[in-house]
């Protein structure tokens, strides 16, 4: 029954994979469009890089609600459409007007999947397995930025100047086999119970996931519920009874998007170019970003279980701190390629043993089961406006014209090593342990039941 489970845990978390492809495959193609369209730093920052993370800044802020209204399943369905219309429309685009909207629609498939998939894989887990099927998520997404990469590097110069159309469009071939294979999981148990009130179809779905006892099971989600229901009787989403959990989703999200993570995946090339590597040599050094990040990532979905969730943070932090900061001195005197590159590495290595491996599993733990959804939704909405906002700004630091900012990428990198001082201050004061613990008693230990 685990291998059930695990199976149908990794098809949900095939979104993650469309998530990590579709974020970063536009890292190959930022520099022949940007040739291509003679765009200024500006308006190439918000139209042509930032539009699929403000897609996804309105898919988070939206998608809790058909999340919860229609079911875990639909939503999921429903994702892999608009990530096929994005892949196909992005690839045909004939100007870039047309080519934002299809990363914009893009963007909003990435935003709610980044709700309904974490929600769900939570949701059919069992405490003691949650933080690795969940963590696969985030594993499929940095599996998906590795491909996205390979991709990137070995179509190159296969299609001459339409080479980046051939780099977006790739992503419609795993977008419609997850489309398909996604029909075939089951609803989410407690979403039947709780929106529904459909037991028996609960039931059976408990049993195929392997329940020992599905009636008792059904006992103790009711009862959970119910408490919740009776201390929070008709609380609205934002109020004080939710304060503590929301702030907990807030500082999370928002510290996971100034580690700066985004800004380096989407300009790998060009910050390694920045570094002195030539342009080849830049997109292939890529993969070894992509690389390290599913290395680690398996590292992180190892120890999740383990030693814990705020354990991995704390590491996490502190390989973020040293990193950022070698890598942002190392531009302000001018170091060797060689240097920087092994501490972009070391950075990506924290990530995705930290915040990458710990971010969804904890937003998606935290929340009652009438209100998981839209606490989701918050958290990842957090999350994608800092990233479409940091998106926008940084390129003003790579661009290389003349102003007040030319050449001094040094300064963004330590930004972000400040930002990771005070993630490692959060973490060491507020960040509360949720290791084994089901989710039902999650709400216990933080005082909402």
């Known amino acids: 029954m685990k291998n059930n489970v695990f199976f149908i845990a990794l098809v949900a ?16 193609a930022n520099l022949p469009i940007k040739n291509l369209w003679n765009t200024s730093p500006w308006f190439h920052g918000f139209f042509i890089m930032s539009m699929a993370l403000w897609g996804t800044v309105i898919g988070a802020l939206f998608g809790g609600a058909p999340t919860e209204k229609y079911g875990r399943k639909k939503v999921l369905f429903w994702i892999g459409v608009l990530y096929t219309a994005s892949a196909i429309g992005s690839a045909l685009a004939p100007d870039p007007y047309t080519f934002s909207f299809f990363r914009f629609i893009g963007g909003v498939g990435v935003g709610i999947s980044s709700i ?9 887990s069992t405490s003691g397995m949650r933080g690795r ?10 599996f998906g930025i590795l491909v996205a990469f390979i991709s990137n590097y070995f179509l190159q110069g296969f299609g001459g100047i339409n080479d980046w159309r051939w780099m977006l469009g ?13 029909m075939r999981v089951p609803e989410s148990p407690r979403w039947l119970i709780t929106k529904k009130n459909d037991t028996e179809t609960a039931k059976k779905v408990l049993a195929a996931l392997g329940s020992v006892n599905p009636v008792e099971d059904i006992k103790t989600i009711k009862a959970a519920n119910a408490r ?6 008709h609380e609205p989403f934002f109020s004080r009874k939710y304060s503590k959990l929301i702030l907990l989703a807030f500082f999370i999200a928002f510290f996971n998007q100034l580690s700066g993570i985004n800004f380096i995946l989407y300009y790998a090339p060009e910050i390694l ?78 990530h995705a043993m930290g915040q990458g491996s710990v971010i969804w599993v904890f937003i998606s733990e935290i929340f009652p089961n009438a209100i998981r959804a839209y606490g989701q939704s ?72």
């Open 116 to 124: 309904v998939a974490p929600t769900y894989i939570a949701e059919i």
């Open 133 to 142: 099927l969940v963590a696969m998520y985030q594993f499929n997404i940095v």
């Open 170 to 182: 790739v992503e419609a071939l795993p977008a419609v086999l997850y489309t398909v294979m996604v």
């Open 228 to 233: 919740v229901e009776s201390t929070h009787h």
């Open 13 to 28: 978390a095939m979104a993650g994979f469309l998530f990590g492809f579709d974020t970063v495959v536009i890292s190959g």
């Open 273 to 350: 170019e920045r570094a002195g590597l030539a342009a080849k040599d830049s997109l292939f050094n890529s993969i070894a970003i992509g690389g390290v990040n599913l290395i680690f990532t398996f590292v992180g979905l190892y120890l999740i279980d383990r030693t814990g969730r705020k354990s991995l943070l704390i590491i996490g932090s502190l390989g973020y701190i040293i990193s950022l900061s070698v890598v942002s001195y190392s531009f302000y005197i001018g170091a060797s390629p060689g240097l920087m590159m092994t501490f972009l590495l070391v950075f990506i290595a924290s």
């Open 378 to 449: 918050f958290g990842s909405s957090v999350h994608w406006v800092f990233a479409a906002i940091i998106t926008l700004i940084t390129p003003v630091f790579l661009d290389q014209s003349k102003g007040l900012l030319r050449n001094d990428p040094w300064i963004i990198f330590a930004f972000f090593a400040g930002m990771m001082v005070l993630q490692l201050l959060w973490t060491l004061i507020k960040f509360p342990e949720t290791k084994g613990v089901s989710l039902e008693d999650i709400q216990k230990k933080l005082g909402i039941s």
